[in-house]
Nanobody, 125 residues
Framework: QVQLVESGGGLVQPGGSLRLSCAAS????????IGWFRQATGKEREGVSC????????YYADSVKGRFTISRDNAKNTVYLQMNSLKPEDTAVYYC??????????????????WGQGTLVTVSS
């Protein structure tokens, strides 16, 4: 079964850090670009960060630039999102998605091939 599984979400205080993981099963991530997206209550799903299959290209939304870092370990079939200096406005369900096309992942959360089920991140004191 082809699937992505996110983990690492939770409750954290403002200024804190979390590392999200996106693990693939049933297929290898080597040839796929991966994107992290988030959806806050009552808002549309938005792109957070993307990484190309080789890891050479990355993209960050302006709202997270300088605070979040995306990385991948193809040997572990896993992509990570290190989130530092978290703010209450980062509160959302975070999803990872995989697609053969990096351009399609950068373009947004539409028509991507494989999605995870999401992990909740809550930033609150």
């Amino acid at each position: 079964q082809v699937q992505l599984v996110e983990s690492g979400g939770g409750l954290v205080q403002p200024g804190g850090s979390l590392r999200l993981s996106c693990a693939a099963s049933g297929f290898t991530l080597d040839y796929y670009a991966i994107g992290w997206f988030r959806q806050a209550t009552g808002k549309e799903r938005e792109g957070v960060s993307c990484i190309s299959s080789s890891g050479e290209n990355t993209y960050y939304a302006d709202s997270v630039k300088g605070r979040f870092t995306i990385s991948r370990d193809n040997a572990k079939n896993t992509v990570y999102l290190q989130m530092n200096s978290l703010k209450p406005e980062d509160t959302a369900v975070y999803y990872c998605a995989a697609d053969i096309s990096y351009a399609r992942v950068v373009a947004g959360p539409h028509h991507l091939e494989v999605w995870g089920q999401g992990t909740l991140v809550t930033v609150s004191s």
